[in-house]
């Protein structure tokens, strides 16, 4: 089992950027799939921004142009840069790593954008 620790939330006005961060416990390259997901009250979890195994990003449509994922494998961490944070991206924010036919989670980090 991996060990996902999330920082980088907090509270921010509409407009303004925030960067998270998600350290793992081993060796990101021993994941076929790794990122973010969110989940905002009374909806479902969904995806925000993921590496692939192959190196590429997949990212939801609603953050395309102003979220970017990245990563620093010599720091097992990968990184979302939110840029033009809007009132309706305020949810509590996942980081996910896929390994080995399981998927582990981060204990999340709460993202609130006020208008």
């Known amino acids: 089992q991996v060990q996902l620790v999330e920082s980088g939330g907090g509270s921010v006005q509409a407009g303004g950027p925030l960067r998270l961060s998600c350290v793992a416990s081993?060796?990101?390259?021993?994941?076929?799939?790794m990122g973010w997901y969110r989940q905002a009250p009374g909806k479902q979890r969904e995806l925000v921004a993921t590496?692939?195994?192959?190196?590429?990003?997949v990212d939801a449509d609603s953050v395309k142009g102003r979220f970017t994922i990245s990563r620093d494998n010599a720091k097992n961490t990968v990184y979302l840069q939110m840029n033009s944070l809007k009132p309706e991206d305020t949810a509590v924010y996942y980081c996910?790593?896929?390994?080995?036919?399981?998927?582990?989670w981060g204990q999340g980090t709460q993202v609130t954008v006020s208008s």
């Open positions: 996910a790593a896929d390994a080995y036919g399981r998927r582990d």
């Open positions: 590496f692939t195994s192959g190196g590429s990003t």
């Open positions: 081993r060796s990101i390259f021993s994941f076929n799939v």
